[in-house]
């Protein structure tokens, strides 16, 4: 315990915040099914709900101890879409699915209404994604936030379900290409950028999705989908479905008819199996108080150690009068104001100090 105190003031204590980035990448053989050998409509590493509203992805069978959450996903559209239907399945749960995510992330307007998600940010004109696919990321993969700009995401968009790796399935790569300098900060959950499609063409108005970074939410438009795509020169439409582990079809047929007519789990197992490549950086904020402890010449030349005197005589001096006093410090300890011991710094070695030196001893704090 110590028996001298010395003040840290205001110019002896700086903050410092630190990003630290890690590449985390999600191939499709985890996502879409061929995890277990092949596609099926049913993957023991894929958790659905008895409420149906939406399905986790782990990467390994999800009841096993060693499985870790990837992400939820999920699909939704407007009350205002064409798409909303009461004869469509799961009509409500699709609609209260959007609305949740909307007034999350996209907040309210003037009038108290939740706002639709707006394909260029700019929530005044523009047109509006009301038919969306929502992949909510674990916080275990994203940590404090996605980092902007890195966030890209290939995958087939026409053909059959079993091209999603081919280069004739309207393979796509969409990605947050302008995210580092033109992201967005008028949303509720923090920051978010525009998903583009192809060589990274930032036209306003162009974007097939947004990305959430602190929120760890991909919203990935339906249109995305829409057209007809050639498969094998064959000129087969957009086919939208799986297959299951026969080869059969399974839930086939156009983006469209999918949302509507297919419960929750359904469409996500046809978005699943479309995923070719997922990756992004993550971000982890690491915050630091440094504290520089300043030792002058006539500081801490003593010692409060028992073993330092004896016989009223100081040891390392070996009775050497003239010598100077002299000690070696070993530990800093940071106290409160009522002088409680809150934490402690070793030096790698003993530092040598007396009289005729002075020691800036840098103590770093990070939370």
Partial sequence: MATTFKTLTSADIVSAKTLLNEAVPMTGTIVSGTYNGNQTATENNIKNYSHGMFQSVYDYPYLSSSANHIFDLTVGYSNKSTFSSSANA????????????????????????????????????GAKIQECIFINFARLLTKDEIKKGSFT????????????????????????????????????????????????????????????????????????????ISAHGLGQTTNFGIRNSDGAAFGTGSFNEVLTGSNISS?????????????????????????????????????SNPTYLSGSKIVVKNNNKSKPPVSYVTTVGLYAADNELLAVAKVSEPLKKSPSNELTLRVRLDY
Avoid at 204 to 215: D, E, I, N, P, S
Avoid at 269 to 274: E, I, S, T, V
Avoid at 286 to 292: A, E, K, V
């Fill in 153 to 228: 995401m290939s995958l087939a968009t026409g053909g059959l379900p079993e091209d999603v790796h081919g280069l004739h399935a309207g393979r796509k790569t969409i990605s947050d290409y302008s995210g580092s300098t033109q992201y967005k900060v008028n949303s509720p959950a923090g920051e978010y950028g525009i998903l583009y499609s192809g060589s990274g063409d930032a036209t306003a108005g162009t974007g097939v999705g947004l990305v959430y970074y602190q929120a760890g939410i991909a919203v990935i438009t339906g249109s995305v989908f829409s057209g007809s």
């Fill in 267 to 303: 469409s996500c197992d046809g978005f699943r199996n479309r995923i070719s490549n997922i990756s992004f950086d993550n971000t982890t904020e690491l915050n630091s108080t440094i504290y520089f402890c300043r030792a002058h010449h006539n500081d801490f030349n003593y010692s």
């Fill in 90 to 125: 799961q009509n409500s749960k699709k609609i209260n699915i959007y609305n949740q995510m909307a007034q999350v992330l996209a907040g309210f307007d003037h009038t108290g209404s939740v706002r639709e998600f707006d394909r260029d940010g700019d929530f005044s004109t």
